[in-house]
């Protein structure tokens, strides 16, 4: 028969599983959908369905149960000639791509690209080594084996081949384990070495592995020679900037779910640069403080590293947000709070604009809601640093404990003037001053006013946008 025979007789038959009901004489249910298939076909292309079939006429089942009664945990759970045969061992998709592979003789175990999917967050991944990607594979690998589709474990097999030359260590050991659950000799030489190669050293294996494989694991390092703690496999070096933005994505969606062991992972398995992938500014703006004093403990980040052009340290950003956990935590673990922006600017500069903008203004650009109490601890928290770096520095005058923390710019009698009155023309001025506890003195000569204008000028640092 010539290959356009072939190709013809396999879509006439694909069109009887794409046209539903039309002479089908058999109905799954799985995950709640109806699939309507055909008796024949199945019995001709599966062994475990020819049973299945053969079994229920034999013994004359017309009741939902087989000769070794209703399982409802296996692939059948329930006989041929009952309404609706439930599949509770694998999911929707899978069912149709194993039905589509009877069928037809071909299918692809590839997820469609850019198609959302639950366990890739990003919107346009093509999805050929993702998590995705290879979830979907496993899935279809243990149904073809539960079905007894060996062809079509066959060519999932090939499939897993080629991606886990590019896919994520993490993943690369679940395919290690479904390997030797199914035996697959070849796929399991393929996955082992990669995953000697990762330089994971045992103790981080022994978490996702079983102790012998991971034992075998290192079996294979003595024999090639290799320094698990220094090696960096080829697969895992970016090639290309998509990839290096790949890994941080999925940096970024272990800090959203708190799991810091995986960016450790990555760190050591994949050469991930914590501090080029701005981990620590992600975690500080989006994630909890557990989740950054973790993340602070792995020894793998510079607390005071410059993002970007602007050049904003993680503390920069916690001050901007006026968060008294990140500065706590940042400070705890030695962030400078005298480290400048390129534009000259501290984290202390950030929290003095802030607290300027709340007492004349009642509000502060770009934050819908400041809690003051939250202000004055900042303030205190990175005031106190500064000068606790001042004292140990020694090169610098301590400042004098009995002024305010932060004495607030007074307006000029020209400006005074032209604003209408005297501070009295702000009733909130006031209690935002003793809610903050600033002590900002009342009354001022006018040089001293221009004084303190000249030291905080007018045109304060305001930048809500973590930009980095």
């Not at 899935?139 to 066959?154: C, Y």
């Not at 501070?423 to 006031?430: K, S, V, Y």
């Not at 903050?436 to 003195?441: I, K, T």
């Amino acid at each position: 028969m010539s290959d356009e025979s072939l190709r013809s007789l396999s879509l006439d038959c694909l069109n009887l599983l794409i046209n539903g009901q039309a002479f089908s004489d058999v109905t799954f249910s799985v995950e709640g959908r109806l699939v309507h298939a055909h008796r024949c076909i199945l019995a001709a292309r599966s062994l475990f369905f020819r049973k299945f079939f053969c079994e229920a006429e034999t013994s004359g089942d017309h009741g939902g149960r087989t000769s070794g009664g209703a399982l409802a945990s296996s692939p059948r759970g329930g006989g041929p000639n009952c309404q609706v045969i439930p599949v509770n061992s694998v999911g929707y998709e899978v069912f149709l791509l194993m039905l589509q592979f009877l069928y037809s003789g071909q299918v692809s175990v590839v997820p469609q690209k850019h198609e959302p999917r639950p366990n890739c967050g990003e919107r346009s991944c093509w999805h050929t080594h993702c998590t995705a990607a290879v979830d979907l594979a496993l899935d279809t690998l243990a149904a073809a084996r539960s079905f007894g589709v060996e062809q079509l474990s066959l060519l999932t097999q090939k499939q897993l081949e080629s991606i886990v030359e590019k896919a994520s260590i993490e993943d690369v050991m679940k395919v290690l384990i479904a390997s030797r659950k199914h035996e697959m000799q070849q796929l399991w030489n393929t996955c082992s070495h990669l995953v000697a190669k990762s330089g994971l050293p045992p103790e981080i294996l022994a978490k996702h592995l079983p102790i012998d494989v991971v034992s075998r694991i290192e079996e294979l390092r003595l024999k090639s020679s290799l320094i698990h703690h220094s090696v960096v496999p080829h697969h895992h070096i970016a090639t290309s900037a998509d990839f290096e933005d790949h890994k941080i994505r999925r940096m970024r969606r272990a800090l959203d779910s708190s799991d810091v062991e995986l960016v450790k992972l990555m760190v050591m398995g994949e050469g991930l640069n914590l501090d080029e992938a701005l981990a620590l500014h992600y975690a500080v703006e989006n994630c909890s403080r557990e989740v950054v004093k973790a993340l602070l403990e792995l020894g793998a980040a510079d607390v005071n590293f410059p993002s970007g052009p602007a050049g904003k340290t993680p503390l920069h950003i916690a001050a901007e947000m006026v968060s008294p956990d990140m500065v706590s935590v940042l400070l705890d673990h030695h962030a400078d709070p005298n480290v400048q922006m390129a534009e000259g600017i501290t984290p202390l500069d950030v929290l003095r604009t802030l607290t300027s903008d709340f007492l004349f203004k009642g509000a502060v650009p770009g934050l819908t809601h400041i809690e003051p109490n939250k202000l004055r601890l900042c303030l205190e928290l990175v005031q106190s640093a500064a000068l606790v770096i001042s004292r140990e520095g020694g090169g610098g005058s301590e400042p004098n404990s009995s002024q305010a923390i932060y004495p607030p710019p007074l307006m000029s009698s020209e400006d005074h003037q032209s604003s209408g009155g005297s501070t009295g023309g702000n009733p909130n001025l006031d209690s935002r001053m003793v809610y903050l506890n600033l002590g900002a003195a009342a009354h001022l000569n006018e040089g001293d006013s221009r004084n303190a204008q000249r030291d905080h000028p007018s045109s304060m640092y305001h930048n809500s946008h973590h930009a980095y």
